[in-house]
């Protein structure tokens, strides 16, 4: 089997997997994006990933990123899901469909005055550190509403959701920590303006994505499942 085709059966078998457990969850597979972890993976990989179906793909580095948007063109869709630093947001503004990974003030501000130069408008995800972790990036719970407040008097963002990486638990102890995140969004959504769109959850990975369908993800991010462990 080639690398190509494994990429493709990988893919299948995730896709079913989605499909699976949004129907244990009464919920349709189309409201579930599948973004293929495409990091250290080189662009050949991803040109597979699209030949067979795959359209959305997450990178860690914005560097890499960067790289790969100028190699691939206007194929795969690129979302950033690792921290982003202030000084790296001019190599993803205006390259990728989403910013997952928004935990401050700061960054929201660098990202918006990018934004500014280019004429345009990002949207982003707040991330939030549901685990308390402090290897790990993102704000604290009770942070969210704060800096969701924040991001609302920013014309140049669009905020739409929620990211979390939770500890690296088995599937079964990750769910409290799903359902932490989508109460957490329920809640926000409750003060915000009708009509306001904020209505994505990403969350769940390789290990454990569908138990993050079933407790609400619309968003899942797998990488291992699809292109195997990182080289």
């Given at each position: ?15 079913e ?7 244990r ?6 409201d ?34 960067d790289r790969k ?16 630093q ?6 993803v503004?205006?390259?990728?469909v ?56 920013i ?49 769940g ?26 080289g």
């Amino acid at each position: 089997m080639t690398r190509a085709e494994q990429i493709a059966e990988n893919l299948d078998r995730v896709r079913e997997e989605i499909a699976a457990a949004a129907a244990r969850a009464g919920r349709r597979p189309e409201d579930v994006t599948l973004v293929a972890v495409s990091k250290t993976k080189p662009a050949a990989d991803i040109a597979a990933a699209c030949e067979a179906g795959q359209r959305d793909f997450g990178e860690n580095y914005a560097q890499e990123l960067d790289r790969k948007c100028d190699e691939l063109g206007a194929g795969p869709r690129f979302h950033m899901i690792g921290h982003l630093q202030r000084n790296k947001v001019k190599l993803v503004v205006g390259r990728v469909v989403l910013v997952q990974t928004v935990d401050s003030l700061r960054l929201a501000q660098a990202l918006a005055r990018r934004a500014a130069a280019a004429g345009l408008t990002v949207p982003v995800l707040l991330e939030v550190n549901v685990g308390g972790e402090w290897s790990k990036s993102g704000l604290a719970p009770d942070g969210a509403s704060e800096l969701l407040a924040q991001l609302g008097e920013i014309p140049q963002l669009e905020p739409r959701g929620l990211m979390c990486i939770p500890p690296f638990v088995a599937a079964d102890q990750a769910r409290p920590y799903f359902r932490q995140l989508r109460e957490l969004r329920e809640t926000l959504v409750a003060g915000l303006p009708a009509g306001h769109r904020f209505d994505q959850l990403s969350m769940g990975m390789s290990h454990d994505f569908a138990a993050a369908v079933e407790e609400g993800a619309t968003i899942v991010r797998v990488g291992t499942a699809i292109f195997g462990e990182r080289g």
